[in-house]
């Protein structure tokens, strides 16, 4: 009787959300060849970040040229990946002090840094004329240079948020298959729906995924099959599962697959990084 409570909270609250942001719109596909994603949830704790840096690394191993972004002013995908300062940062970049540049950190893997100075560049930048496309501005030059551009995007739907989604072709969103975490969807719908009518018509939901899942718990597969009623072929069947060894690898410096990869978080990241170049690989031959 509870999980059937639960499970039809969720299909009455995604029934309003479909219905309110019409999620038709919002989810068509991109034929574009080189992607610019956006990794965004503004509940904390879902994994966004551990996202990032294992997705990006798992696209790496398979060949793929990625850059990954450090949106977050707390800077945690930079210490993940074992960079505690730079001088070359996205603050910096943003303030027009100078260019983006990239740091390498092994083979087909950059990264821009943050830092804790980017607390203040919402407040700094709000005066500037279209502050909402600078990022934007200062992507493009290097756009080109990688087949995925991920970006972690801060715990806030601010304007660095703002920022990152104008600059975006797509969304990702990783969600816990929690009912809170669910009806946190809300917000970030209703600013990717005025994101998409004002600023950056292109921009596509094109990937909910799910994590810290444990297929022994009942309520996770009762909300996950929920997540699927609603956002069908957006969601990804790959499960990031509950994994010890993805928690312990950001203190290290590490992702997952230089820190254990014969680990479930290794596979699951790198079973995701497949299931969406098979989308690529889908729309190239629709295109």
Do not use: W
């Amino acid at each position: 009787m509870f999980f059937y409570t639960i499970n039809k909270k969720c299909y009455l609250y995604l029934l309003i959300i479909l219905k309110k942001y019409n999620f038709n719109k919002l989810f068509i596909k991109t034929t574009k060849m080189s992607r610019v994603i956006s990794i965004s949830n503004h509940k904390g704790g879902v994994g966004k970040t551990t996202s990032v840096v294992n997705l990006g690394a798992a696209f790496a191993n398979l060949k793929k040229k990625v850059l990954l972004i450090d949106m977050d002013p707390q800077a945690n995908m930079t210490v993940s990946l074992g960079i505690e300062e730079s001088e070359n940062n996205i603050y910096k970049a943003l303030k027009g002090e100078q260019n983006l540049t990239p740091i390498k950190i092994y083979k087909n893997l950059d990264i821009i840094a943050s830092t804790l100075d980017l607390s203040g560049a919402e407040t700094e930048l709000s005066a500037e004329a279209g502050r909402e496309y600078i990022f934007g501005e200062l992507l493009e030059p290097i756009r080109n240079n990688y087949d995925y551009i991920i970006i972690d995007c801060p715990p806030s739907l601010g304007l660095l948020t703002v920022n990152a989604f104008t600059a975006s072709d797509e969304i990702f969103i990783p969600i816990q298959p929690h009912y809170l975490a669910i009806k946190g969807l809300t917000k970030i719908l209703e600013v990717v729906n005025k994101i998409k009518k004002r600023l950056n018509r292109n921009l596509e939901i094109t990937g909910v995924f799910v994590t810290m899942f444990d297929r022994r718990k009942i309520l996770h597969k009762d909300i996950y099959e929920t997540i699927i009623t609603y956002f069908q072929d957006r969601v990804f069947r790959t499960q990031i599962r509950e994994n010890i060894a993805l928690a312990e690898a950001p203190s290290a410096g590490l992702d997952i697959f230089r820190y254990d990869a014969k680990s479930n978080g290794a596979d699951d990241y790198t079973y995701l990084a497949k299931e969406i170049i098979r989308t690529d690989k889908k729309k190239n031959k629709n295109a």
